[in-house]
């Protein structure tokens, strides 16, 4: 062993010594220095540098953070999704009750260890008003950014708009309407006040909505909108506003509203519905109106062994209620009838006076039979996915079966029907003698009543006066009304449908092609024709537009499928923006008069959208929350190498 100089004060050749040594170096303060940093480096080596501790702390505090945001985030949207309100009178920590958003929070901290263990700082909970709004706010914009990206990778759109009053405002919901991953979708996009109700001042609301969420390259395919002259004014309305902007926007006139207007105009006409409606409006109010009505009502259902049923107001909009109040006032007919006589007052007499006619009772059971008819397309035009070649299909189908009803074995059945029902209830079938009134202005052309009127007192009469007029009247109210899209268009979307006898004409696709400036190969409308009959010689059909657009390979069909995209585009009716406006009525209660504009359309997107907030992450939502605006602590992972 070769001398070295072992320790500052010491070396030595002698290894008989050396633990001496040994021991003095091990007291010596360079060895302790020496193990210090040694041990330093091993550490280093294994949980990095300082910067690298100091990073991988503010991770996990940011980790913690995210984990707590998820459950402000299941709250609030669970909050939304169900349109509860979030806040409370009194949110101080001494009150009962702080609001949904903050009771739901301590019920999670009951049973959530994480939450009993997070203690966060007083500037970091995250729960005050503001960042509620912040949160909703958030939800929102994640919602709406789904359905932007959807309308942006199909291409096009169609837009239906609706407005209604809302306590001193005047709310316009716009919904569009677009085909994505072979579905066809109707999306509720915004919920803005509008100041002016001119027609220009709603056609640019609805073109700075669509601006405000990126729309304006994509194409508009058709509008949607009531019946109400500034929207649906072919020169001076919001369609034509509209087009002037969107030259392809066909206007679609909503086809629930105009069945709806079908059979108010039906009724109008024929003065015998104005009575048969206004009376049973007068029964509804005379029991609905009175407790003690109501109760002996009830009372005398129990007593005749009926099913208890509550007699249903009418509505001018929803002519669904007109049958169901004709069929609760049959059903209930005889406790109605001797409730009333037992009453006794003069407006019940005079409203059992009035019921207790034949013309009454067949009348009843005339409209029983005529509204039973639409009301399944009633219900068939408020699906979302419902085509115009289908409705018009099923329009038609209803005209058809109308028409049935024109008939004398038709009258027939319902006279017996009628008097069968009225021998059960004791109610006397007419004579044939009546009495003449004299008619002095028998000779002059006159432009209101005279009070005379021919006598419902028979088969023939009430076939003649009541039972056709109705029937003619709305059979013509049906050809007359849908009929706002252009014949060649109309024929062109039939053309799509595999149920339409042109199917697949050429000549029609063409037509609709062009309008929207789509370069249809007629090579590929001759293969489709082939390709779809194998398939339906194979046992698997074509059901409707929607699957002759899924059996369609985009490769081999572009054009041909972007056709039948157009086609599905196209909506039938505005529904969806009556459905918003039912979520805009549980929301804006008297209870929550004070919300902001912004507030509620958020809280409207989350309440009626619930599917698509269910399934977004939260992740994203929160990332949305960190970036909203700067904040005191970090809520942004670092990125991934």
């Given at each position: ?23 003095k ?11 210090v ?7 280093t ?13 503010n991770?996990?505090?940011?980790v ?50 994480f939450l009993?263990k ?5 500037n ?140 108010c ?15 049973l ?16 009502f ?5 007593k ?42 003069p407006?019940a ?5 009035k ?37 018009f ?33 004791s ?22 009543t ?32 849908f ?8 024929k062109?979307?039939q ?47 074509p ?16 054009s ?41 359309h ?35 992972l670092?990125?991934?190498?």
């Amino acid at each position: 062993m070769t001398k070295k100089k072992f320790t500052e004060t010491e070396t030595s050749d002698n290894w008989k010594k050396a633990l001496v040594i040994f021991g003095k170096h091990e007291m010596a303060q360079t060895h302790k220095d020496s193990v210090v940093t040694w041990k330093s480096y091993q550490g280093t080596s294994k949980q990095g540098n300082v910067a690298q501790m100091i990073a991988t702390a503010n991770v996990s505090e940011i980790v913690e953070r995210r984990e707590y945001l998820r459950r402000i985030v299941a709250v609030t949207s669970m909050l939304g999704r169900q349109g509860l309100p979030f806040r409370g009178h009194d949110e101080g920590e001494d009150s009962p009750n702080r609001g949904n958003f903050l009771a739901c929070m301590e019920l999670l901290k009951e049973f959530d260890p994480f939450l009993q263990k997070h203690n966060p700082p007083s500037n970091a909970q995250y729960i005050s008003p503001t960042s509620q709004n912040d949160m909703i706010d958030c939800c929102a914009q994640e919602v709406t950014s789904v359905i932007v990206s959807e309308m942006t990778k199909s291409k096009v759109y169609s837009i239906m708009v609706d407005e209604a009053r809302d306590k001193k405002a005047e709310q316009l919901a716009v919904c569009v309407r677009y085909v994505s991953e072979g579905a066809v979708k109707e999306r509720f996009l915004a919920l803005a006040e509008i100041k002016s109700f001119d027609a220009q001042s709603i056609a640019n609301e609805i073109q700075q909505q669509i601006q405000n969420y990126g729309l304006a390259e994509l194409k508009c395919v058709a509008q949607t909108y009531d019946g109400a002259a500034v929207m649906s004014g072919s020169t001076g309305g919001v369609q034509a506003h509209f087009r002037r902007l969107h030259p392809e926007a066909i206007y679609v006139h909503c086809y629930a509203h105009q069945l709806n207007l079908v059979l108010c105009n039906t009724c109008k006409a024929v003065p015998e519905a104005v009575e048969l409606f206004s009376l049973l409006e007068c029964v509804y109010s005379f029991f609905s109106t009175s407790l003690i009505n109501h109760h002996k009502f009830m009372e005398t259902q129990a007593k005749l062994g009926l099913t208890k049923t509550e007699l249903v107001q009418l509505s001018n909009t929803r002519w669904a209620c007109q049958l169901r109040s004709i069929s609760a006032v049959l059903e209930t007919l005889p406790a109605i009838l001797e409730c009333l006589s037992a009453i006794g007052s003069p407006i019940a007499v005079g409203l059992r006076a009035k019921l207790y006619k034949f013309s009454a009772v067949y009348a009843l059971l005339m409209f029983q039979s005529i509204l039973s008819v639409t009301e399944g397309l009633h219900k068939f035009l408020q699906k979302e996915t419902l085509d115009l070649a289908e409705a018009f299909i099923c329009k038609q189908a209803v005209c058809d079966t109308l028409k049935g009803k024109h008939s004398d074995a038709f009258a027939t059945e319902l006279y017996e029907k009628t008097k069968a029902l009225c021998n059960t209830h004791s109610i006397p079938e007419p004579g044939a003698k009546t009495r003449h009134k004299q008619r002095k202005m028998e000779d002059f052309v006159l432009e209101a009543t005279v009070g005379s009127r021919t006598e419902l007192n028979n088969s023939d009469t009430l076939k003649r006066e009541l039972l056709f007029p109705c029937v003619d009247r709305m059979v013509g109210e049906l050809d007359q009304r849908f009929c706002s899209v252009d014949a060649g268009l109309l024929k062109g979307v039939q053309a799509c449908s595999p149920k339409s006898e042109n199917f697949l004409s050429e000549p029609h696709l063409n037509e609709l092609a062009k309008h929207y400036r789509l370069d249809l190969k007629k090579e590929e409308v001759l293969v489709a024709r082939n390709f779809l009959t194998q398939k339906t010689e194979a046992g698997c059909p074509p059901k409707n537009m929607l699957s002759v657009y899924n059996l369609l390979d985009s490769d081999m069909f572009p054009s041909l499928k972007a056709t039948i995209q157009v086609a599905l585009t196209v909506p039938v009716s505005s529904c969806s923006c009556e459905r918003s406006f039912s979520a805009l009525r549980r929301l804006h209660s008297w209870l929550r008069q004070t919300m902001g504009q912004k507030r509620l359309h958020s809280l409207a997107v989350m309440s009626i959208e619930k599917d698509t907030l269910q399934h977004l992450s939260h992740n994203r939502v929160i990332d949305r929350f960190a970036t909203l605006k700067n904040r005191r602590h970090s809520l942004m992972l670092p990125p991934t190498k």
